[in-house]
Each structure stands twice: as C-alpha cells, then as structure tokens.
C-alpha cells in the first residue's frame, strides 16, 4: 500500500512572497512518480509539477519547484513570487509505475490562500 | 487543447436509484480513470480502465459500481443503486500511459444522494 501525507491544511502567503507545501509519502515500490495538482474553486484538477524518482535534479517549473528528497520520501513545493490565482487546493499525489495501471494516490490537500 | 469532458455537471438522484456519469475522454488516449471527492476531503481512486477492462480498483469500488466504454469515444461508472454515501464529486481522467504520464483530469460531475 502507498500513502501520502500533506500534513499542512491550510497555509497563506503574501502576495510576490514564496510559500513551500510540505508532503510525505510511503511506498514499497523503487520506480514511482510524484505530482503536484493544483484545484482551484471551480474544481477541475490542473497538473503543476511532476517528478520522476529515480531522477536526482529537482523538477522546475516556472515559478514552481520541489524539492525531492528520496530517501526522506519527502517532496515539497515551492512557490516563488506568489499570485493571486495561485490561491486553490493542493494535492501531492504518488504513480506507482506499472505498465496496466496509473492510479494515482492522493494526500488531504493543502489550502493555500494569497493575500494581497 | 484537447481535453476531458463529463456530463452532466450536477446529478440529484434519490436513495436506490441508479446513475450513470458520463465521460469523453481525451481521444488518443489510451487509459481511464474515475476518482471521487467527497467534499471537503481528499480525492480518491475507485478504478482504472485499459485495452477494455478494469486494470486496478479499490475497495471503494464495489458491486455497485461499474465501468463501460460503450463505443469509442465515452467512458461511463454506473452506480447501480445509489446510497446517501455516495454523494461527492466524480472525477475521469485519462493518460495516454502510466505512470509519469500526466493524468488530465474532466470538470467532474457532482452527484447528490437524497
């Protein structure tokens, strides 16, 4: 079985600041996938970041970037230079990799509010 | 950009009735998912769908449950007889593979059990 922990509810940033999420997970498997959704008020799930585990570099994306630490199993999110439309729910969420399957297990979310 | 779509938005539906959500998924690719998030809580996989037949579901997913892909294009979960319990918000996605590959995930359709 594989679980993932975000163990921050709710967290808030000042706009233009940088704000990090906090996320755990607890898997058997050696190969595996990390995610970062992102879902704002109308719902609908956006990907914001991906990590593949046996990759050492931490994944970047614009202003988004983790920081991967395998052996910790932990895999955080850092936003820099927040926005407004940044505010929204976050999920980490683990693939196992399995060639038939791509479930996707998700944590509690974060809520992220953005002040300005 | 192409993308996944689910009908209807909002179901309500009594106790021990059936339903059927609705889903199109992205159309070159290859697998299928439905979660749900019941609100306020995390999202949760019920099953994955590949080659036409259910590759991995949870204990979530029970006899109540089932999955079709009737013709080419749509991706149905049927719920055969509806407890209040099972109001949430129901989730298709769908990825060209697994694994890393990005799951692109529909609008949702929020059913109500009354």
């Known amino acids: 079985a594989q679980t993932v922990t975000q163990s921050q509810p709710e967290m808030s940033v000042q706009e233009a600041e940088t704000v990090t999420l906090s996320c755990t997970y607890d898997?058997?498997?050696?190969?595996?996938?990390l995610f970062w959704y992102k879902q704002p008020p109308s719902r609908q799930m956006i990907l914001v970041i991906r990590?593949?585990?046996?990759?050492?570099q931490n994944a970047t994306e614009n202003r988004f970037s983790v920081n991967f630490q395998k052996a910790a199993k932990s895999f955080s999110l850092k936003i820099s230079d927040s926005q407004l439309g940044d505010a929204a729910m976050y999920f980490c969420a683990l693939n196992r990799y399995n060639t038939n399957a791509g479930k996707s297990t998700f944590g509690d979310g974060t809520t992220l509010t953005v002040k300005p | 950009e192409p993308e996944v779509t689910q009908t209807p938005s909002h179901q309500v539906t009594q106790m021990g009735q059936e339903v059927i959500l609705r889903c199109v998924p992205i159309?070159?690719?290859?697998?299928f998912y439905w979660y749900r998030q019941i609100l306020g809580q995390k999202v949760e996989f019920l099953v994955s769908?590949?080659?036409?037949?259910?590759?991995?579901k949870s204990e979530i997913f029970d006899d109540q449950f089932s999955v079709e892909r009737p013709d080419g294009s749509n991706f149905t979960l049927k719920i055969r007889s509806t407890k209040l319990e099972d109001s949430a918000m129901y989730f298709c996605?769908?990825?060209?593979?697994?694994?890393?590959?990005?799951?692109?995930f529909g609008p949702g359709t929020r059913l109500t059990v009354t």
């Open positions: 769908f590949y080659n036409n037949e259910i590759s991995e």
């Open positions: 990590q593949e585990a046996y990759k050492q």
């Open positions: 898997t058997s498997e050696s190969d595996y996938y």
């Open positions: 159309s070159n690719h290859l697998y």
């Open positions: 996605a769908s990825s060209v593979g697994t694994g890393n590959d990005e799951q692109y």
